[in-house]
């Protein structure tokens, strides 16, 4: 019987051990949102906004790499629990998986050459344009680009498009503010290329902002993370992450 009880309780403490562990499905291809060091390590601002959601429900966030046009795929088959890597809260991917609450909110834009004239989707007729393959970015340069002559062409990585920007293969791209900022326009590589056009923000592309994802049928799960959403606001924690990457609120209005 004793042998019997001790046996119960290692396997309680090891399915508890496993319980406290978040799988989390990112793709660290997207600066400063999550990236990865020379030494291999996971960085970003989705990467602190995880860890301080995992220390509000009482859980371990555990990363789980993914190419970003098969995250939604890899979450269906339960490589992870959740999704947080920067991902647009819209119909079409409300209707296979649940999202939280925002946890951010920031426009895209058209990036080209310096000097390129522009007055609309039609001035850049012939010119490629690179974007991040099932991301809303593509969803909105085939919905106003493309029909104007622009050739969009679709990367695995949005880090893919801007070394093919730098070898001449791609005009420019069109990505998150900040994301192409960190990423590009703040490196020397990017140092003749900057923003045409409007900011981007168009709910029917863009979604209500960008959430956290997860199975269908997860309610327990959606609301311990909404609510630690809510206290991480309310405390200063959020603040104090979004000041390590930004120098202004990501959250939007």
Known sequence: MRKFMITL????????????????????AYE???????????????????????EQIKRKCVFVESEWDSIIAGLQARK????????????ERARVVDFTKRYYKTPSAIVVKKGTAYDGPASLKGKKI?????????????????PAGVTVVPYQSQNQVYL???????????????EVNGGFLSKPEGKDYGYVGHDQYEEKYYGEGIGIAMRKGRGELKKQLDDAIDTIRA???YEAI?????????YGK
Do not use: H
Request: hydrophobic share 45%.
């Open 9 to 28: 309780a290692l396997a309680a403490l090891a399915g508890g051990a496993q319980a406290a562990d978040l799988r989390v499905g990112l793709n660290p």
């Open 32 to 54: 400063p949102f999550e990236s990865k060091t020379a030494t291999g390590e996971i960085v970003g601002f989705d990467v602190d906004i995880a860890n301080a959601l995992c």
């Open 80 to 91: 992870y629990d959740v999704v947080i890597s920067s991902m647009s809260i819209t119909p």
């Open 130 to 146: 690179g974007v991040l393959k099932s991301s809303t970015q593509e969803k909105w340069a085939l919905g106003e680009l493309a």
């Open 164 to 178: 093919d920007i730098e070898a001449g293969r791609l005009d420019g791209t069109v990505a998150d503010k900040v």
């Open 235 to 237: 405390n200063g924690t």
């Open 242 to 250: 979004a000041k390590k990457y930004f120098d202004f609120d990501p």
